[in-house]
Structures are given as structure tokens and as C-alpha cells.
């Protein structure tokens, strides 16, 4: 290699390195949400960009301003004028359907669900992903899913056979252990009594503009920016209770 390229190389080096400390920075610089009725989007721990090349920045614009933004105001305006309902923390409402009016309940529940479970899928995303499960988690499936390979594996199976829009979710379940569960549309785990720990949007608008119809790519690539520490903080925080992870607390509008 010549003086020349070596220079090159160096410099391609340390800005790669410079991109990466950058969006690794963008996470710790959330700011504070606001809480309860109305609702707001909450702020993304990175920009949009930064996910490239695994989740491409048009993706996640248009998955965050136009598809999250629409279950937040379509939320807001059926909760508008009915302060009794509006009050119940996001949560509660998805855990305990039966405390929403019969007359809205289908279209608080779907945008509720959007508003949910978009926010809680961004947390489970980050640019500087170890790529690996933290110790913590990794004993966690080690012990209800043989290995990590295994869990992997699963995970990305049940993701792959959601029948139309949905997500794939690891959960914690009320007797303490982990299952792989899917739900369709904007359901949610807490309908079902289960704490979630991860997620992934698998709704084509979540891969369409840069994988077509090849979801089992974009779920291939997903891997790479699965933010373990959230998933260890979510699972920390969810043991023994069947409270929602304090993570989703601490960093959703949607908490009253
Ligand atoms: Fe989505």
C-alpha cells in the first residue's frame, strides 16, 4: 500500500469511527416526555440515519412521522372530551380493556396499541447494538430457549410467519418465564397478561421502501440494531411484578 492509500484508509478509518461515537452519543441526549393525555411522540434515542445501512433513514422518517404520528393523533381525538377515559394511564387501558366505554373501545385500542407498541420498538433499537445479548439476558435464553442461536432462530421464525401486519415479541410471562409470541395488527401483550421485553414491527411499512416484499431480510438485518441493554433494563425492571418495564415508563409521553 502506498503513502497515498494509506492515508486514505486512515482517514476513511477514523471518520467511520467518528459516525459511530456520534450516533452511539445520540442516546443519552433524550429528553425529558410529556405524560398522559394528550399524547405526544416520544423523542428517538438516535436519528433517523443512524440505523443505516440495517434500517434504511426514509424507513424509519416515514415509520416515525407519518405512521406512529397518525396513532398518536388519531388517539388523541377519540379521547377528546372524555376526560374519565383520557386520564387511565396507556397501560392500563391495553391490560384492561373493560374500563373503555364499548362505543370506543375498537379505536382506542387499535391507536392506543400503535402508540405502544411503535414506542416501545424504537427503544428496542439502537445504532451501537453489541449485537450480542448482555450476560444477563443471554443466561435468560440460555434457560428457556437452549442458547441465543436458538432463541435467534425462533424469534425470527415467528417473525417471518405473522400472517399480514403485526409484531414478534419476547415476553415475560406471569409464572416468570420467557415465551415467543406473536399478536396481530396493533394488539398488545398486556391483552394477554404478559410483560414485553422486545419487539419487532412487522408491518410493511417497517421494511417496504428498502426490502419490498423480502420481510425475512429486513428481519435478518434487524439483528444488528437490537438494543440488548433496553431488553436487559425491561427484564430487570418487569421481574416479579406484572408491571410495565419502568424503561417504557421513563421514556413514553404515554404515561400518565
Ligand atoms: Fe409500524
Known sequence: MNNRSYVTVLISTVFVAF??????????????????????????????ASLEPYIDVKTMETHYTKHHQKYVDELNAVLKGKPRVAKIPLEKLLSDPLKIPRALRTKILNNAGGHYNH?????????????????????????????????????????KSVFGSGYAWLVLQKDGSCAIITTANQDTPFSRGMIPL????????AYYLKFHNRRPDYIDQWWNVVNWDHVEQCYTDAQGSQRPPKNFERNSSAVA
Open 19 to 48: 459516525c459511530w461515537e456520534t450516533a452511539c452519543q445520540e442516546k443519552s441526549s433524550k429528553t425529558p416526555l410529556a405524560k398522559g393525555y394528550p399524547y405526544e411522540l416520544p423523542q428517538l434515542g438516535y436519528r433517523y
Open 119 to 159: 414506542s416501545f420498538f424504537w427503544l428496542c433499537m439502537t445504532p451501537c447494538s453489541s449485537r450480542k445479548p448482555t450476560p444477563v439476558v443471554e443466561a435468560l435464553l440460555t434457560k428457556h430457549f437452549s442458547d441465543f442461536d436458538s432463541f435467534k432462530t425462533a424469534f425470527s421464525t415467528a417473525a
Open 198 to 205: 422486545l419487539c419487532l414491527d412487522v408491518w410493511e411499512h
